[in-house]
């Protein structure tokens, strides 16, 4: 089972939904709708956009039973400063991967979101190496990542962490993965 993240750089903070963000849950979910909900944000890919409150409210509160499952966990990304919301990381392991992905492995998985806002800011560059050495901390070596191949800012992202494309995902993304050096 995954232990949740804490960490920190100069601007952000990444932590697993917890009683800090419950006493602020109504804001909260207003702050998720803001993320899922914005054409730029989810530029490449819309699936995942929420059209109402009541849908970041469901989503929050999925997101609340699925870390208290054991599934997968998904992080919040806020701006030390002012407390925001800013952006999303999921870890997705491999039994949960498996359910929605046929392939020959199963590595833990990783999504992100980041409001459009703050794209081209390196801020994710500065996260992203941090998650994946407490991820080896957890002796997690392998993770993956799909992207949609129009995405050119997250792929030159993950090859800049160390992310190697493997092959096609599907006909609009590709899959990347990464695996700590010993």
Sequence with gaps: ???????????????????????????LVTEVFELFSDAETLHFIPEKKLNHLAE??????????????????????????????IGVVDL???????????LGQYPFFIEFYL?????????????LPKILLALETQGIPKVAAVVNRRNHA??????????????????????YEFTQVA
Excluded at 58 to 81: C, D, M, P, Y
Excluded at 92 to 102: G, K, L, M, N, Q
């Design 92 to 102: 997705i392991p491999p039994a949960v991967a498996r359910e929605h992905y046929h």
């Design 154 to 175: 997250a792929s030159k992202l993950l090859a800049k962490c160390g992310f190697q494309y493997r092959q096609p995902f599907d006909v609009l993304q590709d899959f």
């Design 115 to 127: 409001k459009a806002e703050y794209k081209g800011k390196t801020l994710m560059s500065k996260l």
């Design 1 to 27: 089972m995954l232990d949740p993240l804490y960490l920190e750089t100069r601007q952000l903070r990444l932590n697993p939904i917890g009683a800090a963000e419950l006493l602020r849950y109504r804001d």
């Design 56 to 85: 970041a409210d469901q989503w929050l509160k999925a997101a609340i039973l699925s870390a208290h499952s054991g599934r997968n966990v998904i992080h919040l990304i806020t701006e030390k400063n002012s407390g925001r919301l």
